[in-house]
């Protein structure tokens, strides 16, 4: 009898213990694995369950928490994995609700801010990455970090509006502050703008805007022509002197951007006279070798660099008509600077004999050398009006100059050969002076 009513009290004990099962119905581990005889109190080194079988293991602070502190109902199947169903969110929801963004069970306590922002639409560079969450995140100190513009003007509105060096809101300059301003750099100054649109390289290579945009806060209307920027240096260059010389105010026709206006090329020389090709080529090395007067470079001087081979040149000049040892007449027979094709007076229709062998070229040709007459007259008109002895314009001789008078200088002598028609000059007379007879003139 006793041995039965021990029974129903055991029978009773459990199914009262089952009833009452502070974890609910949907716990599968036995009691002892937390529990021991000496009491509900739990003994974290006694137990034998491992946390590690359930979908949250625990790490870092977790391991230290007390059990209830995460099951307060001590129906271990409601509770949840997600951070937010234990912890407050501090942050008001400014930065969602997965905590292990920023966080992990080790500590609140965010060891590297830079290295996260990196993976965000905002990576931090140059003074960004110093600088004080504060600076950006304005409710920081709620702990609120509100998303935040991410286009440089949404924070530098201030240095935009208030830069006066140059003035952004008069220029009319981007608001996109990375055109001209890199991201991971500490500070304004050194603007990266590309200038593409007129490369700033060599000579225009300026650590000052101001350099070229001189004329006030109005960057946008300032010319790209060299001439515009460069004129004074145009107007006062000697060497050549360019207003003189009436060059082009094209800039690039003989310059670079290359600094001190050096190397220059005039590739336009060769329409007039070729160095940059035929025999002149390399034979020269600057302007000044042949244009030795630096304030007309419309003369020129050839025997400046052939006057060592003046010897030679007289010789191989030998029979040419019109042959003189000077610049004028060198450019004049050989405009190519080449000794083929040079032009001989002598293979004309006019050879150069007596007083015309020595002239000048341009005391002839002084209007140019295509069309000049042949008839004398018309290049000694003033001789023959100013000549007294006789006076040829009062007695009506003819203009045909070569009835009388040869080519050799100072028109002497002369022979009047019609003279015979009215008075033979035999004897004596024939070396008479006309004035020993015409007294009169």
């Known amino acids: ?85 234990c912890h407050s969110d501090v942050h008001q929801q400014s930065l969602g609700n997965d905590c292990a963004n920023c966080h992990t069970a080790k500590s609140w306590i965010v060891e590297d801010i830079t290295s996260l922002h990196q993976q965000s639409r905002f990576p931090l560079l140059g003074a960004h990455a110093t600088a004080d969450c504060y600076d950006c995140h304005l409710s920081a100190s709620l702990l609120r970090f509100d998303p935040l513009g991410i286009e440089c003007i949404d924070c530098h509105q201030e240095e935009y509006f208030f830069t006066t060096n140059p003035n952004h809101t008069e220029s009319g300059f981007s608001t996109d502050c990375m055109d001209c301003h890199k991201m991971n750099a500490f500070s304004w100054s050194g603007s990266s703008f590309t200038h593409a649109f007129f490369p700033l390289t060599l000579g225009h290579a300026i650590s ?74 390399g034979e020269w090395g600057s302007c000044t070798d042949c244009h ?42 050989h405009p190519t600077g080449s000794g083929e094709g040079g032009f001989n007076h002598n293979a004309s229709n006019f050879p150069l004999t007596g007083a015309h062998s020595n002239a000048d070229c341009a005391s002839c040709h002084s209007g140019g050398y295509a069309g000049t007459s042949t008839y004398c007259y018309d290049c000694h008109t003033t001789d023959y009006n100013q000549s007294t ?37 035999l004897g004596a007379h024939s070396n008479t002076d006309c004035i020993s007879c015409h007294t009169t003139g």
């Open 1 to 85: 009898m006793r041995k039965l009513s021990l029974i129903l009290v055991l029978l009773l004990t459990i199914c009262m213990q089952s009833m009452a099962d502070p974890h609910g119905k949907d716990l599968k581990i036995s009691c002892d694995a937390c529990h021991t005889s000496d009491g509900w109190k739990l003994d974290k080194n006694k137990m034998t369950f491992s946390h590690s079988i359930t979908p949250f293991e625990l790490e870092g602070m977790h391991q230290d928490a007390s059990c209830i502190s995460c099951h307060p109902t001590l129906v271990f199947s409601e509770a949840k994995n997600e951070c937010m169903s």
């Open 208 to 281: 000052d805007c101001r350099d070229c945009h001189d004329s006030g806060n109005d960057y946008s209307t300032l010319s790209s022509d060299c001439f515009a920027c460069h004129q004074n240096d145009y107007s006062n260059t000697t060497n050549p002197n360019h207003l003189q010389a009436a060059l082009s105010t094209t800039c690039t026709d003989c310059h670079t951007t290359n600094p001190g206006w050096k190397p220059a090329d005039f590739r336009e020389h060769d329409n007039l006279f070729p160095i940059y090709s035929g025999e002149h080529n």
């Open 292 to 333: 030795t007067n630096a304030s007309n470079y419309n003369l020129f001087s050839c025997i400046d660099c052939h006057e060592h081979n003046q010897s030679d040149m007289n010789e191989e000049h030998q029979g040419v008509g019109g042959y003189l040892y000077n610049s004028t007449s060198c450019f004049e027979c």
């Open 389 to 425: 002895n006789p006076n040829h314009n009062e007695i009506g001789l003819a203009h045909e100059c070569d009835n009388c008078h040869t080519s050799n200088p100072g028109w002497q002598p002369a022979l009047f050969a019609i003279h015979t028609d009215y008075f033979p000059l």
